[in-house]
């Protein structure tokens, strides 16, 4: 986002100086959720589900500006977004996306670790340009995507442990998927998400990822994360048989949205250099039909696919 808040209050902490550099209107963040992989809070939805989602996403919208594109002391900006985070607990929040927010954790016992979670990913995006390996990039995935899917469970009362580690795995998907379509816009504010163990592995130097055109080389590292990332997907479509219907509805769509997103991106021949590589909403919505059915309709319809091959 580019625009500014010019309405939030200001602190005696830090946050009134920050507050300046805020992303400014609802409306910016409402048209950022339209443009996201998946839909952020569906209209199928009851209205108290698709308030709290919002207010979900205009935080984590918030915190990713914040560790991404605001200018001055990013630092400092979050930690007056986390001192606001404390206040949604104990106090008045003075930002205005976290008064929103209170009201979301106090309807839904939203817990303060997974929102601190997703300051601490942006933390480390100051520090941390580039990942060794793999297994290095998925400890960064369990701060800056992981946290989202668990406060989603929250928001509909389901956040077990067993469905919180399913979540898990789309959520890293998703990230991974992400990092995959952003990969010019990322090494151009100096930042590789791809990691470097499998761009020596395939003979990809860096200086590549800023190529009009991705080579070879490129595009068979971008495939190996999107294979990563349908099998990250596949080890949580579980969660959707142990959800209650709405969030069901939720969840699946996020699923569908990366199931659309790995199939854009292979249609392309992993190119994401040379192409806006977007999910198509038809896509999307086929996938979505599929998996937010019951299981058994799941299963006659795979079967019926089957049988037509």
Known sequence: MTSRAS????????????????????????????????PVAARLLPGRFRRHLMALYS????????????????????????????????????????????TTVRECAVPRAPLVRLIEANRRDQRVRRYRTFAELL?????????????VLHLFGCATPDRIALSDRVCTALQILEHCQDVAEDHAAGRVYLPAEDLARHGCGEQELAAPRASPAVRRVVALQVARARHLLAE????????????RIAVSGYLAGGRATAAALAAVDY?????????????????????????????????????AR
């Open 236 to 247: 949580g479509e579980p969660l959707i048989g142990r959800l209650p219907l709405p969030a």
């Open 139 to 151: 400890d960064y995935c369990a701060l800056s995507a992981d946290p989202v899917g668990e406060l």
């Open 271 to 307: 190119d994401v250099l040379g192409n806006q590589v977007r999910p198509r909403p038809t896509r999307v919505l086929v996938e979505w039909a599929r998996l937010a059915a019951p299981a058994p309709v799941r299963g006659a319809r795979a079967g019926r696919v089957g049988g």
């Open 59 to 102: 935080y984590a919208r918030l915190v990713d500006y914040a560790g991404d594109e605001a200018p001055g002391d990013r630092l400092a900006l979050l930690d007056a977004i986390e001192a606001d985070v404390d206040r949604v607990y104990d106090g008045h929040p003075r930002i205005r996306e976290l008064r929103a927010l209170q």
């Open 7 to 38: 309405s939030s209050s200001s602190t005696t902490d830090g946050s009134g100086e920050a507050a300046d550099q805020l992303p400014a209107s609802p409306d910016a963040t409402r048209g950022r959720a339209g443009s996201e992989n998946f």
